[in-house]
């Protein structure tokens, strides 16, 4: 696969082979300078469809492990592809085009607190170049699902951190992503908001989304009954 | 586009209003000092044209040779006009002169008044410090007893004049280093405000060019319309300005001329510009 098909945009639409595994890494370490080692050696697959959860302690290398997923940085070495998709090939302007097929949920909702919720979700799809009636048809629907129907034109800011978590998923949802990474998204919820978040998650996961979730939260891994990618001190403890 | 700009400016019209008012009080401040040194150098430079040289020559020379020396002087680079004054003539003018005490003129002997050769240049300012080695050279030459300026202020002047050319040549760096330096030190505040933003689409998956294209079309706007706005200002401010130069150097009447069309374009449209390009390269910095 040349540099030049990356560059069309008939690639981006339709170009990336997706087999049985959406994600595959082999090897990957990240190394932060000096020589701070948050991955190291860290290969596994995932599953089109698949829901994982990416466990280990705080520092354990799971947000770094995400961020590269997400293309936010590069592995120091090793390789990974998503689809037949290489990321060591994939330059930094295409990473646009990667990360429009995904959705990412911050434990710190990363949103525009003076926008409202509609308008939050909405630049979701904008910047995917879906807008006019179809892209307000699919936001108040995404958003009546969630449940936030009512506060779809109260400014962000107001919202308490559960609402706030859920206008993220929905913006990170309403794009229809193939694969679904959330970072802690429970992090700042208390149990009964974790819990529904996660049947959120899970709901989402069975309409054919893949999910990512990294968690330092063993209770709401422990009840569930999926794979779980656990990290210690960056290394792979347990898959 | 045009809706994308406008919900632009809507989003953050605090801090673009900001940044439009310190544009323009910087650009006014540009221009008032650039102005004001521009003013003061073409001044000088229009007293010190009427510069001229006066070359004495010997008592008693030969017709032929002041023929020579007149042509030797006609000869130099940029030289408009070569006018020869006779003795008669500096009698004549001395007499004007102490018409008032005329027994001063009395014991006078006329043998012993020089004539004298008076050279006017196209340009002194450009011209003089051309023909220096030459004067230096001619100031030797059999029948020429001294070479000196008309009227010594104007030669002084004429010193002047050439360092505030340099002075102006210096200032204006100045002034545009410091003006460069605040627009940069400016734009760039206004867009780290909106840094979490620019991050935020970026992650959504927004090319550069979708989140810049607005911000750099406002950025263009605020730029040239502060340029124009100091401009206006300074227009306002011109009438004063007129009466205020005008009066410094009383028999100069010179026009007060703010900025010619063609640099008021150039202006407008490079401050726009480099507000453009702040922005870009502040959106590629803060894209994740």
Same mark, same amino acid.
């Given at each position: 696969?040349?540099?030049?098909?990356?560059?069309?945009?008939?690639?981006?639409?339709?170009?990336?082979?997706?087999?049985? !595994?959406?994600?595959?890494?082999?090897?990957?370490?990240?190394?932060?300078?000096?020589?701070?080692?948050?991955?190291?050696?860290?290969?596994?697959?995932?599953?089109?469809?698949?829901?994982?959860?990416?466990?280990?302690?705080?520092?354990?290398?799971?947000?770094?492990?995400?961020?590269?997923?997400?293309?936010?940085?590069?592995? $120091?070495?090793?390789?990974?592809?998503?689809?037949?998709?290489?990321?060591?090939?994939?330059?930094?302007?295409?990473?646009?085009?990667?990360?429009?097929?995904?959705?990412?949920?911050?434990?710190?909702?990363?949103?525009?607190?003076?926008?409202?919720?509609?308008?939050?979700?909405?630049?979701?799809?904008?910047?995917?170049?879906?807008?006019? $009636?179809?892209?307000?048809?699919?936001?108040?629907?995404?958003?009546?699902?969630?449940?936030?129907?009512?506060?779809?034109?109260?400014?962000?800011?107001?919202?308490?951190?559960?609402?706030?978590?859920? !206008?993220?998923?929905?913006?990170?949802? !309403?794009?229809?992503?193939?694969?679904?990474?959330?970072?802690?998204?429970?992090?700042?919820?208390?149990?009964?908001?974790?819990?529904?978040?996660?049947?959120?998650?899970?709901?989402?996961?069975?309409?054919?989304?893949?999910? !990512?979730?990294?968690?330092?939260?063993? $209770?709401?891994?422990?009840?569930?009954?999926?794979?779980?990618?656990?990290?210690?001190?960056?290394?792979?403890?347990?898959? | 586009?045009?809706?994308?700009?406008?919900?632009?400016?809507?989003?953050?019209?605090?801090?673009?209003?900001?940044?439009?008012?310190?544009?323009?009080?910087?650009? =006014?401040?540009?221009?008032?000092?650039? *102005?004001?040194?521009?003013?003061?150098?073409?001044?000088?430079?229009?007293?010190?044209?009427?510069?001229?040289?006066?070359?004495?020559?010997?008592?008693?020379?030969?017709?032929? =040779?002041?023929?020579?020396?007149?042509?030797?002087?006609?000869?130099?680079?940029?030289?408009?006009?070569?006018?020869?004054?006779?003795?008669?003539?500096?009698?004549?003018?001395? %007499?004007?002169?102490?018409?008032?005490?005329?027994?001063?003129?009395?014991?006078?002997?006329? *043998?012993?008044?020089?004539?004298?050769?008076?050279?006017?240049?196209?340009?002194?300012?450009?011209?003089?410090?051309?023909?220096?080695?030459?004067?230096?050279?001619?100031?030797?030459?059999?029948?020429?007893?001294?070479?000196?300026?008309?009227?010594?202020?104007?030669?002084?002047?004429?010193?002047?004049? %050439?360092?505030?050319?340099?002075?102006?040549?210096?200032?204006?760096?100045?002034?545009?280093?410091?003006?460069?330096?605040?627009?940069?030190? =400016?734009?760039?505040?206004?867009?780290?405000?909106?840094?979490?933003?620019?991050?935020?689409?970026?992650?959504?998956?927004?090319?550069?060019?979708?989140?810049?294209?607005?911000?750099?079309?406002?950025?263009?706007?605020?730029?040239?319309?502060?340029?124009?706005?100091?401009?206006?200002?300074?227009?306002?401010?011109?009438?004063?300005?007129?009466?205020?130069?005008?009066?410094?150097?009383?028999?100069?009447?010179?026009?007060?001329?703010?900025?010619?069309?063609?640099?008021?374009?150039?202006? =407008?449209?490079?401050?726009?510009?480099?507000?453009?390009?702040?922005?870009?390269?502040?959106? %590629?910095?803060?894209?994740?």
């Amino acid at each position: 696969m040349g540099d030049l098909q990356y560059n069309s945009p008939k690639f981006w639409g339709k170009g990336i082979a997706l087999g049985r !595994v959406l994600l595959r890494l082999e090897k990957v370490s990240k190394i932060y300078p000096p020589s701070i080692a948050a991955l190291k050696n860290i290969s596994f697959e995932l599953e089109r469809g698949e829901f994982i959860f990416v466990t280990g302690p705080s520092g354990a290398g799971k947000s770094t492990l995400l961020k590269l997923i997400f293309g936010l940085e590069r592995p $120091s070495s090793g390789r990974m592809f998503y689809g037949d998709l290489d990321y060591a090939r994939l330059h930094r302007r295409h990473l646009v085009h990667l990360r429009r097929r995904m959705g990412f949920i911050f434990q710190d909702f990363r949103l525009l607190p003076e926008k409202t919720v509609f308008e939050n979700v909405y630049l979701g799809l904008e910047v995917l170049g879906v807008s006019g $009636s179809v892209a307000r048809e699919r936001v108040e629907r995404i958003l009546k699902r969630l449940g936030l129907a009512a506060r779809q034109n109260q400014k962000v800011k107001t919202l308490s951190g559960g609402e706030m978590q859920r !206008v993220a998923i929905a913006r990170a949802v !309403v794009r229809e992503p193939e694969l679904l990474l959330a970072d802690e998204p429970t992090g700042n919820l208390d149990p009964e908001r974790s819990q529904e978040i996660l049947r959120i998650l899970e709901e989402l996961n069975a309409e054919g989304i893949t999910v !990512v979730l990294a968690t330092h939260d063993e $209770s709401l891994v422990r009840e569930r009954h999926r794979r779980v990618i656990a990290l210690q001190e960056g290394r792979l403890f347990h898959a | 586009m045009l809706k994308k700009v406008l919900l632009e400016f809507k989003t953050h019209q605090g801090s673009y209003g900001l940044t439009f008012f310190i544009l323009t009080f910087s650009v =006014t401040l540009f221009l008032f000092f650039s *102005s004001l040194y521009y003013h003061l150098y073409l001044f000088s430079r229009e007293a010190a044209r009427s510069l001229a040289l006066t070359v004495y020559l010997a008592p008693d020379l030969r017709p032929q =040779t002041q023929k020579r020396l007149l042509q030797k002087f006609r000869a130099l680079p940029g030289v408009k006009e070569v006018r020869l004054v006779a003795k008669r003539e500096v009698l004549r003018e001395l %007499q004007r002169i102490f018409r008032e005490d005329p027994e001063i003129l009395q014991n006078l002997d006329l *043998s012993k008044l020089p004539d004298f050769l008076e050279i006017h240049f196209q340009d002194p300012l450009r011209d003089l410090p051309r023909v220096q080695p030459q004067l230096r050279k001619l100031e030797k030459e059999p029948g020429v007893l001294r070479i000196r300026y008309a009227q010594s202020w104007l030669g002084r002047l004429w010193h002047l004049s %050439q360092l505030l050319r340099r002075l102006l040549y210096l200032s204006m760096a100045l002034l545009l280093a410091s003006l460069l330096f605040l627009v940069v030190v =400016t734009v760039n505040l206004t867009l780290e405000k909106q840094r979490e933003e620019i991050e935020i689409l970026s992650l959504l998956g927004a090319s550069p060019g979708y989140i810049g294209r607005p911000k750099m079309m406002v950025a263009f706007v605020l730029g040239s319309g502060a340029f124009l706005a100091a401009f206006a200002l300074l227009h306002l401010f011109e009438s004063y300005l007129q009466g205020a130069l005008a009066g410094v150097i009383p028999f100069l009447n010179l026009r007060l001329s703010l900025l010619p069309t063609n640099y008021l374009i150039l202006g =407008t449209g490079g401050m726009g510009f480099f507000c453009a390009l702040l922005s870009w390269l502040a959106v %590629q910095r803060y894209f994740s």
